[in-house]
């Protein structure tokens, strides 16, 4: 069974910083994509970055240059680095993963539970 455990969300001030991880177990990790997504009271999920199996990344325009994605395949977890937040970066962030199961061959797509960021001063 694959699992996506988030943390480190919380309250900041604007201006502020947070470092979100994604802990994942069961998942062969080295070999899948990572992506952090947010939904917003009323709004969509959005994606907000992705990291791939080369550790190529990209970015949604409004976080570029703020926030870093990074991946450890050794500790099997995906970061979110979040600096110079602002108010409206306020959401619920969702880990997600598409590669396969250990011991199993097939794609599938896996969502973490969210953890909730908080701009406010």
């Known amino acids: 069974q694959v699992q996506l455990v988030e943390s480190g969300g919380g309250l900041v001030q604007p201006g502020g910083s947070l470092r979100l991880s994604c802990a994942t177990s069961?998942?062969?990790?080295?070999?899948?994509?990572m992506a952090w997504y947010r939904q917003a009271p009323g709004k969509l999920r959005e994606l907000v970055a992705g990291i791939t199996i080369g550790g190529s990344a990209e970015y949604a325009d409004v976080v570029q240059g703020r926030f870093t994605i990074s991946r450890d395949n050794i500790k099997r977890t995906s970061y979110l680095q979040m600096n110079s937040l602002k108010p409206e970066d306020t959401a619920v962030y969702f880990c997600?993963?598409?590669?396969?199961?250990?011991?199993?061959?097939?794609?599938?797509?896996?969502w973490g539970q969210g953890t909730q960021v908080t701009v406010s001063s």
């Open positions: 997600h993963a598409k590669g396969a199961q250990y011991g199993r061959s097939n794609i599938r797509e896996y």
């Open positions: 069961g998942l062969r990790f080295r070999d899948s994509d």
